[in-house]
């Protein structure tokens, strides 16, 4: 079976070779029938790549443990579940998932288009071919699934690291995956663009619902790994700035923008050159994020050891901005803009103010990363940034971003006069200010920044309720009907927008939901005897013994800690320690949510005293509004699920507009 | 799985990508309608995508309206520009046919 | 895009630059990381600030509080004892490489509570807690 793996790999590697020779042929002949082999050749791409796939799954569910993948991360007593999502726990059976997803995206991809931007096409083929040459190439030749362990075949193997048997850590790697591999098509198109010359309003639609795909899914994606962080790793927290979490958000915060630049594109044909600008930042910060991950070049909880893929992907990065700079700057006569920017009271200048606070707060990011490395060629020593650094840039670049968040809806377009602006924004500014002072009073001010930041998500709250209040009132004076019947009318008559605007509602969310926990949020450890009780924000916790329980694979040893509040029993706490069979120990947080509030009472077990006492040392931290965090997730989703819907009058009309000029030319 | 069923089996493998990706060069031609575009239809369809562009831009100023995100001074000045670029448009497609 | 709207764009990015040179010249700039041989080498005056120090475990006493453990260079035979608090990674053990952030102090270099981090050995694992 592996030998089949392995043939199916190198076949992955010649298609994806010819499919891009193809795309570079039939672009510059204008053959339809080598654009078609291309196509083709995607599918049976992926084909392939699934069988190298079903092999590699294959080997891990019969414990084959002559392939290094198998053997240093399953052993035969892991759960099945786990054995079959340990493709993606090793760095060879990671590159092939990536692989599987390139290649069905960009199968389908060119499916989606095959009557379409017929000049586009085949240079989107070459480009998408071009990466996944360099991935296929990785695959098979330089970190292969089918790699065989190095010195005797051992009878069992390493098991799965424990803190990855979770649910999250399953799905956390292929949502991110989604997201850094989608990011390829819109980059592949905007190349195509630029080759050819020819951009126009379908070339538009595709490469933005891409571009949202790939954001929505590196948007979950984070969330999902910061869930497992705060459930699993078990510190109390769920973001740590840590340089693999950072190597998600830089792609994320370029292609924010770009969905955002590209609306003025759309409605003004203005920012075209900020537009390509983006889009290869998304995708170069995307392969870069991927370097980071796993070229251990950077200090970091997840950091691998030095993989041999590392210099290659850093040479790929160098390699697509080199060619997407020249390719800018070849055409820039063609991204002339087609409307100057008037005055820096409009929307469009609310946008270009967004690209600009999004870019800076990725570069502050980049240059948090990359600091240890130059510091070192530099001085010869490291000098690492930690939290600090980040909290203050993500305060100061993203309390504006979160203010434009609320302005830039309601600002009209070109030139906003001052009594436009008065009008629609005096409800917003009153709401929040007076929210700030009541926030005050209730003795939120010990956080400037916090209470800032929550002054601003009331503000935004309150422009969208008016948008969506103010746009069903429209259309209910246009076409009557009752408030339900007009706010799905309205809803399903410009989905980008009011989708958009459920995203914003889940921004605001997520702001609450972090600035609550960060800000405000109480920390206790202590030493607990049996019986004795500590007291955290109105908690009391008391020690009611240590006892052990069997798992599948493992034995728990952990506290009963009982919890009550003002009295009365509120459940029970039993945060541990699980010792493997295969001698590794695990951590096991326990977190009880009240759901009202979403607050977390998180508990860790520090330390059991060996005198068999039972008494413990233990962490206890109060979580306001975690929960929050999550739910933000949750309408994150809806939003961009909205968003992405097809909208069938849009699509008619374009189809309308190419269907006038096909029958005037007389094709 | 034995060794000669996994040769086999890649060798099946591809065969079938081999077929898959010729196919288009010995299949018969599909009728498919050529969207092979001279300059004057790009011009065309750019002036089309300007012509909704102008449209839309007005549907959205009326809604802003509605809404009350303008002014009515700065709606009627904004609605005549708009209609000027839409005029301007329309003019030069109609040249164009 | 004439006059104004120019002069403003261009007002805003020179006060986003400036917002890191700010942050660079003011604001310390950072933790040195450094390995064993570098810290008993006072390299960069590593044995009289906080630094985040690297190395192997040798070996470690237990569970005992603080926790006292000898970190070994990676490269060289140099050594150094740890004494430290706080939540200790999963992964800990001899032969693990750690980052652990604190100071020397009388010879001992003491870690500051939680910072210890373990990087785990195999490929495509989490180390341990934060």
């Known amino acids: 079976m592996t030998t089949l793996g392995r043939v199916a790999l190198y076949l992955v590697f010649a298609l994806t070779v010819y499919a891009a020779v193809a ?46 993948v198998v053997a240093e991360h399953t052993s035969r007593r892991l759960p099945t579940g786990y054995t079959l999502s340990s493709l993606w726990a090793s760095e060879a059976g990671s590159l092939l998932l990536w692989l599987a997803v390139l290649t069905g995206a960009s199968a389908l991809a060119l499916h989606q288009n095959r009557r379409r931007n017929r000049e586009l096409m085949p ?140 609306i003025v594109q759309e409605k003004k044909g203005m920012l075209k050159v900020w537009n390509m600008v983006l889009v290869s930042a998304a995708f170069s910060l995307a392969v870069f994020g991927d370097f980071l991950t796993r070229s251990g070049v950077v200090q970091s909880v997840h950091s691998f050891v030095q993989s041999p893929v590392g210099p290659y992907l850093l040479g790929f990065v160098a390699a697509t901005l080199a060619v997407s700079t020249a390719l800018i700057i070849w055409r820039l006569p063609l991204l002339r803009a087609d409307h100057r920017l008037e005055s820096v009271i409009s ?45 203050f840039f993500l305060v100061i670049f993203g309390l504006p971003l979160l203010a434009l968040t609320g302005i830039g809806p309601l600002i009209a377009w070109r030139r906003a006069s001052p009594d436009s602006l008065v009008r629609t924004f005096r409800w917003p500014v009153v709401s929040a200010l007076s929210g700030a002072a009541l926030l005050w009073l209730l003795g939120l001010g010990s956080s400037t ?16 309720g008016l948008e969506f209040a103010r746009g069903t009132a ?52 202590a030493h607990l005897g049996v019986g004795q009780t500590m007291v955290v924000d109105g908690y009391t916790l008391r020690n009611a013994g240590v006892f052990q329980r069997k798992g599948p694979n493992y034995t728990f040893q952990y506290v009963r800690l009982a919890v009550s509040r003002g009295g009365s029993p509120h459940g029970t706490l039993e945060p541990g320690q699980r010792v493997y069979d295969t001698g590794q120990i695990g951590n096991e947080v326990d977190i009880r949510s009240s759901v009202p509030s979403g607050t977390d009472l998180y508990s860790i077990l520090q330390g059991v005293d060996r005198d068999a006492s039972g008494g413990v040392s233990v962490k206890v931290l109060v979580n306001p509004a975690v929960g929050l965090v999550w739910l933000a997730g949750v309408v994150f989703l809806l939003g961009a699920l909205i968003t992405l819907w097809p909208d069938p009058r849009e699509a008619r009309q374009l189809a309308r507009r190419y269907g006038e000029l096909l029958a005037r030319s007389g094709a | 799985m034995t060794a000669a069923a996994a040769v086999a089996a890649a060798a099946a493998l591809v065969m079938l990508a081999v077929v898959v990706v010729a196919w288009p060069f010995v299949s018969p031609e599909r009728e498919q309608p050529e969207e092979r575009l001279s300059d004057e239809d790009r011009r065309r369809l750019a002036l089309a995508e300007a012509r909704d562009a102008a449209y839309a831009s007005l549907r959205d100023l009326e809604q802003d309206l509605r809404t009350g995100k303008v002014t009515e001074a700065d709606y009627e000045a904004e609605r005549d520009r708009l209609r000027a670029d839409a005029a301007r448009v329309l003019r030069e497609l109609d040249r164009l046919r | 895009m004439t006059g104004r709207p120019r002069l403003v764009i261009a007002l805003v990015v020179a006060s986003l630059l400036a917002v890191f040179l700010v942050y660079q010249g003011f604001v310390s700039t950072g933790t040195l990381l450094v390995s064993v041989s570098q810290l008993n080498s006072d390299r960069d005056g590593a044995a009289h600030k906080k630094v985040n120090l690297t190395g192997v475990v040798v070996t470690a006493s237990g569970t005992d509080s603080p926790l006292r453990f000898v970190l070994k260079d990676d490269a060289t035979r140099a050594t150094v004892p740890v004494a430290y608090t706080g939540s200790v990674p999963d992964a800990f053990k001899p032969t693990r490489h750690v980052i652990v952030t604190g100071r020397m102090q009388d010879g001992v270099f003491v870690g500051e509570p939680d910072s210890l981090l373990t990087k785990c050995p195999s490929k495509y694992s989490s180390g341990g807690s934060g």
Do not use: K
């Open chain 1, 123 to 262: 240079w989107v083929a070459a480009v998408l071919g071009g990466i996944a040459t360099f991935f296929a190439g990785l695959a098979a030749f330089v970190s292969s699934p089918f790699a065989h362990v190095a010195g005797t075949v051992p009878v069992d193997g390493a098991g799965l690291d424990p803190s990855l048997q979770n649910p999250y850590m399953v799905a956390h790697p292929p949502m991110l995956y989604l997201g850094y591999v989608t990011m390829s098509i819109p980059f592949a198109f905007a190349m195509a663009a630029l080759i050819t010359g020819r951009t126009d309003a379908r070339w538009l639609v595709s490469v933005r619902r891409w571009t949202l795909v790939s954001w929505a899914a590196l948007g979950t994606g984070m969330l999902l790994g910061a869930h497992w962080a705060y459930v699993e790793v078990g510190w109390g927290g769920y973001w740590a700035w840590d340089p693999v979490e950072n190597a998600a958000l830089m792609p994320w915060l370029a292609a924010t923008a770009f969905l955002h630049s590209v």
């Open chain 1, 474 to 525: 429209a259309r209910r004076a246009l076409a009557g009907g009752s408030i339900p019947r007009a706010l799905v009318d309205l809803v399903g008559r410009n989905r980008r927008r009011y989708g958009g605007y459920v995203v914003h509602l889940a921004i605001v969310i997520l702001v609450v939901g972090v600035t609550a926990s960060s800000a405000y949020s109480t920390v206790r450890e």
């Open chain 1, 449 to 464: 920044a916090g209470l800032t930041a929550l002054s601003l998500c009331i503000f935004v709250t309150v422009t969208v």
């Open chain 1, 347 to 391: 929307r469009e200048a609310t946008f270009l103010f967004n690209n600009l606070l999004l870019l800076a707060l990725a570069f502050a990011v980049l240059w948090g990363v990359v600091f240890p490395i130059l510091s070192e060629a530099v001085r010869g020593v490291r000098s690492t940034v930690s939290a600090p650094y980040y909290d």
């Open chain 1, 23 to 68: 795309g570079v042929l039939a672009g510059r002949r204008g053959d339809r029938r080598l654009m078609r082999s291309a196509r083709n050749a995607f599918w049976a791409a992926l084909a392939a790549t699934l069988v190298a796939v079903v092999s590699v799954e294959y080997a891990l569910l019969t414990h084959d443990f002559s392939l290094a």
